[in-house]
């Protein structure tokens, strides 16, 4: 397919061969500090380039680890990102973003003296003991499980359109319903865990593409505490731990392999993450994978919600496999939803069709390009990939393909980095058993 791909990966790699100073970036946010260090060059000619990738591996480390203030002592990068994240910069959507999450404004301070670096892991842990219930959120559906002492007695998935939906009165009777149903299947309920796209801090969403269409002040003064008001309807006064589901697929990556250092992916209709350090703790950085560039590409995609191009949300997603289907020669019914569109291309993808089957080749050509950008913010050795996307056919020609231009196009990091797939039901309502595990019971 006549795809113009540019992976950022490989421009920063070539970028750093030729840099003869470095400059470092503080990256804060309440309770936390990270040090981003910059290849840079002292030559004129090469500013245009140093900025482009300045400004990439700030917006990466940004929706990796979550922050409300830069901080450096270089000048000319104070001056590069005081522009882009300054009034009418190219940044100005992370930068609202940023501070609409941690409730502070977004500031680019010019300092001698950086802070110092802090990470504040979070302990995680899986029980299995007592009749729970577990909810996935996803964008173009939900899934709901309900588990007694680990095993999974009832799973259901639902479409729905959060997305479009800018009553808040949706989200909140499609939730009820999913714990009603799941509650059908138990004799009680223990506890409840929920998976959910977007940002979740001190057990809150703060934002996420599933109540883009609610306004923001609306989100903050009813929304965050929705998912708990939903329990407390449905089940009463139950133990409800609340988690992005990016570290719910490093979860069950943790549990269902027995590694550490491991980074889970589900690629569904939209691309979450989250990683599991050395510790067997989960970071407390954002993960937000899908709004980190990828391809430089002035032709890439667009996300209808930052309105940024070349962004993991739109490489590793459902819509990729839709935006790649008229370039296979796939021409889909668009009155058909972006769920169903998928599914039409996996039953091409399943009846053998070349066509699909060159949609997936590109997507794990994508992905071997990203992880190389990936791990060198992570250092994973795991990763496990979950969502609709890696259902069926697909994901495992999706995998094959990695494979090859990882061990072609980065040998060294094909002998570190290790993935697997789990198996087909897992792949897809997973995560919400999982879910199920996240809280712990009342003494």
Known sequence: MEIDF??????????????DRTATVAVLHPGGCTHLSLRLHRA????????????????TALWLQGGCTLVTADETVFRWLQGAYGPGGVRAFDRDFMSGIYGAPFRVELHPTLPAVQEAAHPISASTVGCRIGIDLGGSDRKAAAVMDGETVYAEEVVWQPKSAGDLRYHYEGITAALRAAKAHLPGVDAVGISTAGVVLEGEIRRSSLFMSVPAAELDHCGRELLRRAVREVCGDVPCVVCNDGDVAALAGAVSLGRRKLLGIAMGTSEAAGFVDENGCITGWLNELAFCPVDASPEAMQDEWSKDIGVGGKYFSQDAVIKLAPAAGIQLDESLSPAEK??????LMEEGDPRAAAIYRSIGTYLA???????????????????????????????????????????ELAKVIHVALPDEKFRRVGQSAIAASLPEMKK
């Not at 004129?44 to 917006?59: I, N, P, R, S």
């Not at 998928?342 to 039953?347: A, E, I, N, S």
């Open 369 to 411: 390009h990203t992880f190389a950008l990936y791990y060198d913010f992570y250092g994973f050795e795991y990763v496990l990939l979950l969502g609709r996307v890696m259902s069926g056919k697909g994901g495992d020609l999706l995998l094959e393909t990695y494979n090859k231009v990882m061990e072609s196009e980065y040998p």
């Open 342 to 347: 998928l599914k039409k291309v996996q039953g």
């Open 44 to 59: 004129q000619e090469q500013q245009a380039a140093d900025e482009k990738y300045t400004l990439l591996l700030v917006k």
């Open 6 to 19: 540019r992976p950022i990966g490989a421009f920063v790699r070539a970028h750093e061969t030729t840099a």
